[in-house]
Structure formats: C-alpha cells, structure tokens
C-alpha cells in the first residue's frame, strides 16, 4: 500500500474533544475490559478517562523515540472487529523540538527502512496524520517539532503497517509533552490516520496502541474491548510474508456485498469461540475458530499465489490454526511450542515457493501485552 496514493476517507473521524470512558465489563467477562469513546457523551469521573485540558503542554523532553508493534487483524471470523499486536517486530519514531519548523507543526525529516519511498509530506503520511492529530489534541502551538520515521514494517504485508506507524508516532508527541493523553485518545489519532490511509478500522490501530487482543465491540460510538489472555499461555504466531504485494484497496475490492445467513450465523459463532478461546486461554480452540471464516478469506485467499495450499501446510506440519493476516500477503499460523513454530513456519514457506512460486520470510514471535511504547528520552 503506497501511502502516497491513499484515498481521503468520508467517515467522520472523532472529535479532540470526544469523552473516553472505561467501564467494567459483566462478571462472566471479568478478564476483559471496555472503553467506551463517544462524542457526545458527557466528560467521564472515571479517572482513568483523561480529559483533554484546554492548557497547552510544554514538552518535558528535547526529544523522544517510541516503538509500535505489528498486529494481526480480522483473525479469521473477525473481520474488522478483532485484532491483536505481534512481539519483536514494528515501527519506530524519533521526535524532538524544532526551532526550525513552525509553531505548532509538524515536520518529517527522514524516512528509512522498509518505507524509504514514502511521502515526507505529514499530511500524505500516516505517522505525520496521527502525529499532527495528537498536536491537535493537546493544542500545541508554541513550538513546532521534527519527525524521523524507522520503517520496521514493509509495506502492504498485512501486517498493520501504516497503524504501527501512527501508533509509534501519537504515543512520541504525547511522551513529548509529558504524556497527559490517555490510550484511548490516542486510538482516536490512529484512526484519524487510518481513515484517511487505509480504511476507517481499528482493528490494528487499536491493539497496535493498546497491546494484546482487542475486540471493537462498535465503532459509533467507538467502543473497544481488550480481551485477556491468562498468562500462562505459550502462545506463538508463525508470520509467513511472501514477496508478493497485495494491496489493501484491491483486497476489499473483492469482498462481497452480501452474504448467507447461514454464513453470518457460521461467522459470527466462530467469532464469538475465538473470544472465548482468548479468554479460555484455549490455543486449540482459538486455532480453530481462526481457520473458519466463510465470508472473507475465500475471497482473498485466490488473489494471494499458494495461500490455500499454505494454510493446508500448516495444518498438516501441526498449527493450531492458520489463515490470512490482515488484507494479505502474510499469512498467521498459532501453536503453543516455539520450535514446532519454525518447523511449521518452513513448511509455510515451501508451500508458498512449490505451489504459488513466491519466495517467503517466517518469523515466530508472541503476543505484545504492552503495545506502543516510549523507549528512549533526552531531557530539556
């Protein structure tokens, strides 16, 4: 996905001024959480809701570099509703005050890595979006500052690209600042971004920001659920990324207008197992409900060379479950042995080469419990 030549998306992004409220989940979700964001709901007493002061906040730093992990998004059945954030791979950005650029702007001053072809122009870019929503957000307009972006992520892998990006980029300006952003106004920036990157979804802005699973339970008004897997778990992603673009506007392209109720009645238990499972703590179960969906996959799973027959591989080599990250082209395998994960990886990886004749990269990482996060500082 070139961000150059992203689309300007018409649904209505959140106002700075929306209210942000946690709630406590029912008993028999007790291992989840919820945040409701509305804007028009009155300001929360909760006092893990922040709300945005009218004051403008100095910076307490001179500069900031922050880490965003990749995330896995749809996770089969849960197309645009379920998402999770993947240990040891992402986005960094490096921010800091610049007495060379405007008040109150933005500026990018270098891209590298995987996204060296990217647009410098902030408004073209999704870290630049985000960073100048979050600007935005906290009114700052006494000093301007200058954004170096570190691509981790190539491009259009389905990997959550252009979230990981915004989500590194919102969490450095708000560390800037001293941090007085809650993550829930910070899921609002990233999507900002993605609506007008990738789509208006949250489903990898949000765990990219957040860490862990988290299920949008709805999107008017943004309610976001973050499920909690125990941690006594060994659960391990095998990323499969073939060298094959797969463009996240030509992917939605194929999705079907309209569906059975046979399969949205398959669909949405499938979903509703893979929650359980996560909660469960059942890797077993959670495979299964990943592999299910009727509605989405079958139409992607032809564009993307040797992906059917990959899944099988997986199958076949011991995965719990196995299907499409995100839009494509990297497809996402779960066991719970990280040595049975390479060994399932590279049968993944010769089922791309034998039956789709691309060439494919494996990696076996974790679960991301923390999500964006600061990682380095110079004080003033």
């Given at each position: 996905?070139?961000?150059?030549?992203?689309?300007?998306?018409?649904?209505?992004?959140?106002?700075?001024?929306?209210?942000?409220?946690?709630?406590?989940?029912?008993?028999?979700?007790?291992?989840?959480?919820?945040?409701?964001?509305?804007?028009?709901?009155?300001?929360?007493?909760?006092?893990?809701?922040?709300?945005?002061?009218?004051v403008e906040p100095k910076p307490v730093f001179n500069s900031v570099k922050s880490f965003a992990p990749a995330t896995v998004a749809n996770l089969g059945p849960g197309?645009?509703?379920?998402?999770?954030?993947?240990?040891?791979?992402?986005?960094?950005?490096?921010?800091?005050?610049?007495?060379?650029?405007?008040?109150?702007?933005?500026?990018?001053?270098?891209?590298?890595?995987?996204?060296?072809?990217?647009?410098?122009?902030?408004?073209?870019?999704?870290?630049?979006?985000?960073?100048?929503?979050?600007?935005?957000?906290?009114?700052?307009?006494?000093?301007?500052?200058?954004?170096?972006?570190?691509?981790?992520?190539?491009?259009?892998?389905g990997l959550g690209s252009s979230a990981a990006s915004a989500a590194a980029a919102a969490v450095a300006v708000n560390e800037l600042f001293g941090g007085p952003l809650?993550?829930?106004?910070?899921?609002?920036?990233?999507?900002?971004?993605?609506?007008?990157?990738?789509?208006?979804?949250?489903?990898?802005?949000?765990?990219?920001?957040?860490?862990?699973?988290?299920?949008?339970?709805?999107?008017?008004?943004?309610?976001?659920?973050?499920?909690?897997?125990?941690?006594?778990?060994?659960?391990?992603?095998?990323?499969?990324?073939?060298?094959?673009?797969?463009?996240?506007?030509?992917?939605?392209?194929?999705?079907?207008?309209?569906?059975?109720?046979?399969?949205?009645?398959?669909?949405?238990?499938?979903?509703?197992?893979?929650?359980?499972?996560?909660?469960?703590?059942?890797?077993?179960?959670?495979?299964?409900?990943?592999?299910?969906?009727?509605?989405?996959?079958?139409?992607?799973?032809?564009?993307?060379?040797?992906?059917?027959?990959?899944?099988?591989?997986?199958?076949?080599?011991?995965?719990?479950?196995?299907?499409?990250?995100?839009?494509?082209p990297t497809a996402v395998a779960v066991t719970d042995d990280e040595e049975r994960g390479r060994e399932i990886g590279q049968r993944m990886v010769d089922a791309f080469?034998?039956?789709?004749?691309?060439?494919?990269?494996?990696?076996?990482?974790?679960?991301?419990?923390?999500?964006?996060?600061?990682?380095?500082?110079?004080?003033?």
């Open positions: 996905m070139a961000i150059s030549s992203c689309e300007m998306c018409l649904n209505p992004v959140f106002s700075p001024n929306s209210s942000a409220r946690l709630i406590e989940s029912p008993s028999h979700f007790r291992s989840s959480w919820r945040i409701s964001v509305s804007a028009s709901a009155q300001p929360s007493s909760n006092p893990k809701s922040v709300a945005i002061s009218s197309f645009d509703f379920l998402g999770c954030a993947v240990d040891g791979i992402g986005d960094y950005v490096s921010l800091r005050v610049d007495p060379d650029v405007r008040p109150g702007e933005v500026s990018i001053s270098d891209i590298s890595g995987a996204g060296s072809k990217l647009s410098k122009n902030p408004l073209w870019n999704c870290a630049g979006i985000a960073a100048i929503a979050v600007m935005k957000m906290l009114k700052v307009r006494s000093v301007g500052v200058s954004l170096s972006l570190e691509k981790g992520l190539p491009l259009g892998s809650s993550p829930l106004d910070l899921v609002i920036a990233g999507l900002e971004s993605e609506a007008k990157v990738s789509g208006y979804h949250a489903d990898n802005i949000a765990p990219s920001i957040m860490g862990g699973f988290v299920l949008i339970r709805s999107y008017d008004p943004l309610e976001l659920m973050q499920l909690k897997l125990p941690q006594e778990n060994n659960l391990f992603f095998v990323l499969v990324n073939p060298e094959f673009e797969a463009p996240t506007k030509k992917m939605r392209a194929v999705l079907p207008k309209e569906i059975t109720m046979n399969h949205h009645i398959w669909n949405s238990s499938q979903a509703g197992a893979l929650v359980a499972s996560v909660l469960q703590g059942d890797l077993k179960g959670l495979g299964r409900a990943l592999s299910s969906d009727k509605i989405v996959e079958p139409k992607r799973a032809p564009l993307i060379p040797g992906m059917e027959a990959v899944k099988k591989a997986a199958i076949a080599a011991g995965a719990f479950g196995c299907t499409i990250s995100g839009a494509g080469m034998k039956e789709g004749n691309l060439k494919a990269l494996a990696m076996v990482k974790q679960l991301d419990q923390v999500g964006a996060r600061l990682v380095s500082s110079v004080p003033l």
